[in-house]
């Protein structure tokens, strides 16, 4: 890099040389992780005010695991270890605790828990199910110290009342017996639809019905409809049937290595059991293949949450899952969310059946059998016997239900979602997607028309990383709940204030915040959307969303800076101006007045501007971003130099300005005016390191020398050692009397090779 020294006093010569020596030891700017998918634009640390959030906890309580909202949307029900909470949730804030009634193991179970398992953290009542049973009861199941029990809970005006003992009865089947197993449970028509382990070794999963006036059906366990370590993640209530995902080892598959595949169930619910076949299990069991796959790459193949988002005018009902893969690659897992129609699920079980051939043990296509009604189909009235013997063995249907990508995101694991629509000021409905992380982070997902997706933020919930073990959301409250094992998150949906300009308000394409422009603020939309507020969801182009006129679209925006920072400091000084980085999605330059940084006085390093102020070198410094093609000022700084004020640019005439001291140090001489950060401790360290390095260096090549000077004159002088001295000894040797000693060429080259070997 060409230095311009001409004219330069010895004092900016020196300040040239040391800043260039400065920019040649500081380490690179990373240009970003690399990671696939999209970014959050922005990022909220755990304890961020930007972003405030309110957080419920009790003393002594802890696994805040299950979450229900009441049907009016004003109590949110808990299920927590060994209790159940009912929280008023209708003021803004922390939640309010209305009532909370204890449900502990009894001490009996707790001692043969902590006699059967090693872990004794285990041997308490964790609450897996929390279920709306009617208008004044609520139907809870939980581990209970290994042994699953369940019981009513009577609600008066949404408060809880206390279990009677004698109201707790046996709920083997609809709750795990180990709370680190996955569980599912869904109440459909009186009802309850559960997917769990059945016994207390976790290797017997079971999908059963309890309650109502139907009978208790189960799976089979002797006929391996599901594997041993099959694991439930939801439970989706259609018209007729209810559907079960679920994730556990295909046997339809033969590899080296056990593939887990993700799967769907399904089971009517006016099934009834066989007469003599199949008695009290259910005879419509179906299974088949959820496929989630990125185009040229592996599935995502273990399913983590599944949800289902009903039918409205614009779509038909959807369910939408989260992903990962069973294969980590580059050393992080991935993630995924696909949605599935409840359609496509619905033909793929009025398809073909797989068939296992026993000579071969292979999966064969099976066609449609001569069975009238169809197997599996939800008829009225008992299937024959000649159904119920194709239904134990053809299960399996032949089809994959593929679901509809919708986001991947590398580095990334995803364990909950919610799923909600938002009408947007244009008249179209945006799918919002509600992804609870493995390490306690929350992110907030838009899905576009073309069916593409953006992040708009993240959200760090948890100081410590822990995963989201749960998401409900309160559409009416505006809300998100987020459970983990020390409490209760209550996040906003948005928090528009943090868009400061219009500019930022429609670059965030939040389908929850619009600019107003007379107010001229950033807000949440109202119900119903005023006609002025400004939103671009598609595009995010703020060249007409944020400009003035009878339909914003007369002229561009204004780009000039909305407020301007003066700094003044000493000649040959070193300036640090920092550029906040509003996005992660945009790109940043700086300019000098109408043209670029000069590059021998300047350098950009981790997005800020080092400066050495020469003469001639004050004026407009701006950093500028660009996002969606749009480019606009982040910060304006007007630097200026004590000894010699330069005039004011007429353009720049009516911009407010702010007197700021940018972190400087005198590099050219003199004391400075402020130092909060200096690079010199860092030059002073570097360049004590390399002299200790260089002088080692030199004491080494010095030696060297010496060491073969003095080794290779013991070598020529080692044939006769000096009186009073005895001569070496060896192994192989025996000692002779000089007069005796006789020697030979060779045995003197012999010699001197071992000398020389032992030397070296």
């Known amino acids: 890099m060409a230095l311009p020294v001409l004219g330069l006093d010895p004092c900016s010569l020196l300040g040239l040389f040391l800043f260039q020596l400065l920019l040649q030891l500081l380490p690179p700017t990373t240009a970003g992780d690399g990671a696939q998918g999209p970014v959050p634009r922005v990022k909220f640390h755990a304890g961020d005010g930007r972003r405030g959030l309110s957080l419920f906890h009790q003393k002594g309580l802890q696994d805040f695991d299950t979450l229900l909202l009441s ?8 299920g927590a270890r060994e209790a159940i909470l009912a929280l008023d949730i209708q003021d803004p804030g922390v939640p309010r605790l209305k009532s909370m009634i204890p449900w502990p193991a009894s001490d009996r179970k707790k001692r043969d828990c902590a006699f059967k398992k090693s872990n004794e953290t285990q041997c308490f009542n964790f609450l897996r199910v929390l279920v709306s049973f009617n208008t004044t009861h609520l139907y809870a199941c939980g581990t209970f110290a290994f042994s699953p029990s369940c019981t009513f809970i009577e609600l008066q005006d949404s408060d809880l009342l206390p279990i009677l003992e004698n109201g707790v009865m046996e709920g083997k089947g609809q709750s795990p017996f180990d709370p680190a197993h996955k569980h599912t449970a869904v109440l459909a028509d009186g009802m309850l639809y559960s997917g769990t382990m059945n016994n207390f070794l976790g290797s017997e999963p079971i999908l059963m019905r309890a309650l109502g006036p139907q009978p ?5 366990n002797f006929l391996r409809w599901l594997q041993p370590d099959a694991s439930f993640v939801a439970a989706v209530p259609s018209t007729d049937v209810v559907y079960f995902f ?11 290595e056990k593939l887990r595949t993700s799967r769907v169930a399904q089971v009517c619910k006016n099934d009834v059991g066989g007469e003599k076949l199949l008695q009290r299990k259910w005879t419509t069991f179906l299974k088949a293949q959820l496929l989630c796959a990125q185009p040229g790459q592996l599935p995502f193949n273990v399913i983590r949450h599944a949800v289902l ?18 294969w980590q690659v580059g050393g992080s897992r991935s993630s995924a969310v696909c949605a599935f129609a409840l359609s496509d699920i619905q033909s793929v079980f009025e398809g073909k059946y797989k068939e296992l051939n026993k000579e071969t043990s292979r999966w064969t296509t099976y066609g449609f059998p001569d069975i009238s009604p169809r197997p599996g189909s939800c008829s009225a009235g008992p299937s024959s016997d000649k159904a119920l013997t194709f239904m134990k063995n053809h299960f399996l249907m032949d089809q994959k239900v593929v679901g509809r990508p919708l986001l991947f995101k590398a580095g990334v694991e995803y364990t909950q979602l919610a799923v909600e629509k938002v009408l947007g000021t244009e008249g179209h409905r945006h799918l919002v997607l509600y992804l609870g992380t493995a390490v306690g982070s929350l992110h907030k997902a838009v899905v576009s028309g073309n069916g593409g997706a953006h992040l708009v933020e993240e959200i760090q919930l948890f100081p410590e990383p822990e995963p989201v073990r749960n998401l409900q959301l309160a559409p009416s409250q505006g809300a998100v709940f987020a459970g983990f094992s020390g409490g209760i998150w209550r996040v906003p949906r948005a928090n528009c204030s943090i868009y400061e300009s219009c500019v930022d308000c429609v670059l965030a394409r939040d389908p929850h915040c619009a600019w107003d422009p007379q107010a001229r603020t950033c807000s949440l939309l109202p119900s119903p959307i005023p006609t002025s507020w400004k939103q671009d969801m598609e595009h995010g182009n703020p060249d007409w969303a944020c400009t003035s006129g009878p339909r914003g679209r007369s002229r561009p925006p204004l780009r000039r800076p909305q407020i301007i920072k003066e700094v003044l400091a000493a000649p040959n000084s070193l300036l640090e101006l920092p550029c906040p980085h509003v996005s992660a999605l945009a790109s940043y330059r700086w300019t000098h007045g109408p043209g670029q940084v000069p590059e021998a006085s300047a350098a950009v390093y981790n997005g800020s501007l080092l400066l050495l102020l020469q003469p001639g070198l004050g004026g407009l410094y701006q950093c500028w971003a660009t996002e969606n093609d749009f480019s606009y000022p982040v910060v304006s700084y007007w630097v200026d130099s004590q000894d010699q004020a330069l005039a004011l640019d007429p353009e720049l005439a009516g911009i407010p300005r702010e007197r700021v001291e940018a972190p400087l140090t005198r590099v ?7 130092a909060p950060r200096s690079y010199w401790p860092h030059f002073l360290t570097v360049t004590v390191l390399l002299a200790l390095v260089l002088s080692g260096v030199l004491i080494l090549l010095l030696a060297a020398p010496l060491g073969a000077l003095r080794a ?7 044939g006769t050692p000096p009186p009073g001295e005895k001569a070496p000894l060896s192994r192989e040797q025996h000692l002779q009397s000089p007069k005796e000693h006789r020697t030979s060429v060779g045995d003197v080259d012999v010699d001197n090779n071992r000398l020389g070997a032992e030397v070296a």
Do not use: P
């Not at 049907?71 to 808990?78: C, F, I, K, P, R």
């Not at 208790?216 to 089979?220: A, E, F, M, N, Q």
């Not at 039918?311 to 369910?319: G, K, L, P, R």
């Open 71 to 78: 049907s009016d949307g004003g109590t949110l029900y808990v």
């Open 712 to 718: 290779r004159g013991k070598v020529q002088g080692c």
């Open 216 to 220: 208790v059906l189960k799976t089979d």
């Open 309 to 326: 988002l009903s039918a409205d005018d614009s779509s038909e009902a959807h369910v939408y899952a989260v992903f990962t893969s069973q």
């Open 668 to 674: 050219g001489g003199g004391a400075s005016l402020a």
């Open 246 to 256: 679920f994730e556990e080892t295909a046997s339809e598959f033969e590899f080296f």
